[in-house]
């Protein structure tokens, strides 16, 4: 069988490796295909197009978005990864006008994320985050400044500290929502699949709910398999996409030296093991309707 990965990150986001070394990785794994899926950017894939056409290797054109959805009974928003897969054309130019304000306001947050850590006395620079994440700096790229620096022990530290939702000096994105950010992906010419689902923390009702209005609103996928998915995990996820008619997805969500237990096209220990058949079912996919 051949397999693909149909999510993963360059240093153009928070991976570590640049966009070139990542398709070397996946033809020396022999996957037949490989999605860039960097946070808010197509820097990444864009970069190592030109490499991958040289070499006849199959790259696919993705995004990852962040959104927002409000859980009945629950005082919090839950925050909601949105993949967007253009595998068989361009995006529309007013979906890269849309991507450009979302890094202008992801800006704006970090000058704010920066002072508000200042007044902590933590000394961080601008320049310092975004020498890290060379299109699109976010709060990943805070905490690994953060321990190097010694203001934390690690990671999760950072942002139990300084940058979570429970920290004094977080600030917080504009964010939109999940229905909107799918409907935006939809009006761009793409294929929207809700990311890593295990993460919502749903029940099985609502997660049935969520996915049913999601649907409503346009989404067309859902990832199956995922680095943090048990096979009992993927096995339910796989029988819901199936209820539900979305397209199955999968990948292992790598992020190089920045999650060194996940692996290229492997997940953790194995755990991901995507068939090619799923980019098939997502070419089938017709994102513009000609009426
Ligand atoms: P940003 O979009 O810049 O606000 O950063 C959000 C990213 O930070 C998410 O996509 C996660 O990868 C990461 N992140 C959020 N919360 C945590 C956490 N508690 N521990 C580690 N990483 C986190
Ligand atoms: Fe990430
Ligand atoms: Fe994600
Ligand atoms: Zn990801």
Redesign the pocket.
Known sequence: MEFVDL?S?TNESDGTSAPVELVQLAMRANLAALAI?D?DTFAGYEKALPFARQHSFDLIRGI?LNSRLYVPDAAQPRFV?VLGYFPSNEPAASFYSWLQRERESRRERNVKLIEALAERGIAITLEEVEARGKSLAGRPHFARILVEKGYAKNLDDAFKKYLGEEAPSYVVRDSHSLEEVIRIVRSGGGIPVI?HPIRLGLTPEQERQVLASAKQAGLLGLEVHHSEHSSATRAHYQQLAKDLELAPTGGS?F?GDAKPNVRLGEGVAGNVRAPRTLVDGLRAIRTIDHG
């Open positions: 999510h990150h899926t946070h990852e990864h990311a969500d992020h």
